[in-house]
Structure formats: C-alpha cells, structure tokens
C-alpha cells in the first residue's frame, strides 16, 4: 500500500525485500543499488540530496533486510529480476509517471546490475548512472584472472568463518579494508569508518559468498558494445584515485567512440565520464555532497 508520508521510511515489498525510501510520490522516479556489503541505507547522504526526486534503494538480495536462506540463488540474473519486480511494483503503484520508466543509479555491485538490467530492458530505464562499475571481462585472459582474484576472496572468507564462527566476517574485513581498491578510505573520519565496518560486519557471510562466488566479475558478459548502443543518456562516475576503474572509464569511451565511428549522432543516447578529484573507488562515500550534485544535474539534463 503506498501512503504519502514517504520522506524517509522503509517497508517491504514481496519478490523485491526491503526497500527504502525518500522523497515524495509524483516525482520523478530514481533506484539506487547499492555495492558489495552494503544496503539501501547506503545511500543515506545522498537521497536527500536529491531534491525534486522519488528515491527507491532496495537490500539487494543477501543484503540489510532483504530474507536470504541458503541455497537461494545470488546470480546476476537473480538479482537483474529483482530490480525487474522492483520497477514493475513501482510502475502497478503509479510511480513511474508518464515515461514509464526510471532512472536508474548503482554502485560497484549495483552498478553491474544496473548495467546488466539496463541492456535487458532498455524501455524501462530513462537514464542510467553507473560509479565505479566493472563492465565484464573482455577477453578470457581477464575472465580467468578475475576468477581467481575472486577464488581467493572467497578464500579468505572462509578462513574468517572458520577462525572465529562467533564474529564470523572479522578478519575477512580486515583483508577486505586492505585491498587497494579502499586505500583512500583509510582517510575518512573514524566515525565514517567505524559506521561502514558495521555495515558491512552485519552481513550474512553465507550470503556474501553466494553473491562472490554467482555474482562475481567473472560471471558477466562484456557489456561495454551493449551499453553504446543503449540509446539512452548514460553517466560513469569514477574517483581519480582508483586506478582499475578509471581505467575501465577510459575503455568504455574507446569502446562509445568505436562502435559510433560511422555515425554522426548516437539517437538519444550519449555518454558522460565524471572523474571525481581525490576520491577512490567509493566515491558517494567519500564526497557524498559532490557525488549528488553531479547526480542531480546529469538527472536534471536528462529529464
């Protein structure tokens, strides 16, 4: 049942799990998917931000709130069809407004997903806004280092469970805190830091293997040729400081340019690169106030 006081709550939807909410009905409608080992309360300094909008964040699934038992299946598939229910509950519900449609924002994780679903059903996505998203690998060479890369994580996940089953995810997140990739966090305010680690320690370590091991980098197709002939206004955002994946930025610009190369205009379609100064690999994390300025004036440009 949808009521009018959805400033900021939560509430359940089936097929979809928990869902958080910001805004008022009749804006227009963004989701935001959040990473690996967060929840839709992620996204806490930023939908606010986004003023003049309908904000939707779901737990992804073996995340927050969202019910998981194992066994469940964590593939990307799994996950592409619960941001399907997702926005077939918000379109039944009015949501959607004129366009039928919605913008879709997703982080890391989430932004594979977003990626994966956008090229799925295009018709059901107004504009798509991925930050530090992996877009498959390109060649096996890549799909099988990617696989080992995530063999060891899941590693080093089962050594945490079985050195202390009563804080199972303890030193996993010490190897997880260490990894390159969040080096810049390192920098954030302790408090910042100790609200993050929470989050992150109150995941189901079942879930998070499931998801490493069927939703893994490894498991996606290439989707760099699918997203440039998307035809619909597309924004990657990426910190300067994370290597890996201003490096994938760079590629898929190569890779727009490429498959444009014969034609003077994309249809409606265009790409947008925002490199975020200073920042690494989360970058609505460490500069959430520039994060949702960038955020809402893509969305504004492309309304």
Known sequence: MIHDDVENRTFDIDGVGRVHACGKLGNPLVILLHG????????????PQLEGYHVLAPDLLGHGKTP?????????????????TLVAWARKNDLTGRTQSVSLVGYSLGG????LYASRYPENVSALIL?????GPKNDDARTARAEKTER????????IALDPTHPLAAFLDYWEALPLFATQAELPEATRSRVREERAANDPLALRANLSDAGQHKMDDLRPALAHLNK???????ERDVAYTEIARDLMRTWAD????SLLCGTGFLQIEVMRDVGHNTHLEAPDQFAQVVRAFLMRTA
């Open 36 to 47: 690996f080992m967060q929840t839709g309360a992620s996204w806490a300094q930023i939908a």
């Open 68 to 84: 998981f038992s194992p066994g469940d299946e964590l593939s990307l598939e799994a996950y592409v069809e619960q941001v399907n």
């Open 112 to 115: 594979r997903i977003a990626a």
């Open 131 to 135: 930050e530090s998203a992996g877009l």
């Open 153 to 160: 994580m899941i590693a080093e996940l089962d050594r945490s």
């Open 233 to 239: 206004p597309l924004l990657y955002i990426v910190g």
């Open 259 to 262: 498959e444009h190369k014969d």
